[in-house]
């Protein structure tokens, strides 16, 4: 059984950067691609960044590109998120995301805040 935890979340001033983990624990990990989305208050879940396990290959929203850089360390089952110029709109919880051809798994969330 796959489990996700991501970790890195807090409180931060518009500009700022954060840096989120995702760690994936169980026996085996091997999802096709690890995604982070983002749920603003009232909004849907939205897809922010991708990384194809395999490649590594990267995809973002447009509104992320040039200031997310998703990574990964495939020994330690970790995703990252490195998130700078950060704007307060940009205020969510923040899950990981790892996908498998029969299912997904997800992590609990880490709150992200930006301020003013």
């Known amino acids: 059984q796959v489990q996700l935890v991501e970790s890195g979340g807090g409180s931060v001033q518009a500009g700022g950067s954060l840096r989120l983990s995702c760690a994936a624990s169980?026996?085996?990990?091997?999802?096709?691609?690890m995604d982070w989305y983002r749920q603003a208050p009232g909004k849907d879940r939205d897809l922010a960044a991708r990384?194809?396990?395999?490649?590594?290959?990267?995809n973002y929203t447009k509104s992320a590109e040039g200031r997310f850089a998703i990574s990964s360390d495939r020994a330690k089952k970790t995703a990252y998120l490195q998130m700078d110029s950060l704007k307060t709109e940009e205020t969510a919880i923040y899950y990981c995301?790892?996908?498998?051809?029969?299912?997904?798994?997800w992590g609990p969330g880490t709150q992200v805040t930006v301020s003013s």
């Open positions: 995301r790892g996908g498998y051809a029969v299912r997904d798994y």
């Open positions: 990384i194809m396990w395999i490649t590594g290959n990267t």
């Open positions: 169980g026996p085996t990990f091997n999802p096709f691609a």
